[in-house]
């Protein structure tokens, strides 16, 4: 089978996208493993499906590199919006996009047929523990201790449609994250695994941050991830609600706005990087 795709990518947080408005993929959770490694196949973070929707200008699917689903990508949501409007499928510069975490709205700012910044309405965050989901007696899990390796990270736990983990830390650049990041992911209290941001304070309005991504491992870039540690920030008193907030991720920087009544919105770029065509052969296992 013959897979056309488009590489794009968000502040580096790349996903492989195949236009499925007018037919179907078969197996996306086996082309996501068999089309994600890097090195040895396309390479991504992901596959994130283009469909139809009877609810909005179009659905977005995305598959982790594992083959799980996951819920929503920030990023990955503003290269939707950019693929629907620079190919003309949708010919206007608001639009809704379906996902499992809800209907998202999308603004693009357009230049030469092209869509260059793109904000989101990420929704509301949600930091009821049973909503997360964090297994905890508290209802809500802010800036509480929790121990990893022998160490005691603070966490704040966020809910932006899939579940985060927000801790603060002095230097993001000195972690080792391919040794702590599958700890807070697969830890008991995390019935569904995690999310986990590491979050150094510059100032009151910019923040640096590393995210591990469940099912995708250390990622460049995290959409919701930054949505959740800018309302973390607020809560812990790091930062203000109704203030634009800079993120400074590995692949660059989003500004993410949290208004006073949890209301997330996300500003940032999006980039195609090249089209083609990958040859696929099912395994049936």
Known sequence: MKIDFTKMH???NDYIYVNCMDKE??????????MSPRRFS???DGLILICPSSVADAKMRMFNLDGSEGKMCGNGIRCVGKYLFDNKIVQKTEMDIETLSGIKHLWLDARAGKATDITVDMG???TDAKKVPVSSKKSAVIDEPLSIDGNVYNITCVSMG????VTFVENV???NLEKIGPLFEHNEIFPEGVNTEFIEIVDRNTLNMRVWERGSGETFACGTGACASVVAAALCGHCDFDTPVKVR???GDLVITVKSDFRVYMRGGADKVYEGVYEYEYQNK
């Open 10 to 12: 968000g502040c580096g």
């Open 25 to 34: 993929l078969p197996h996306p959770e086996e082309i996501a493993r068999a």
């Open 42 to 44: 396309v390479g991504s």
């Open 124 to 126: 509301t965050a949600a």
């Open 162 to 165: 899939n579940p985060h983990a």
């Open 173 to 175: 650049g000195g972690l």
């Open 249 to 251: 991720l590995v692949g």
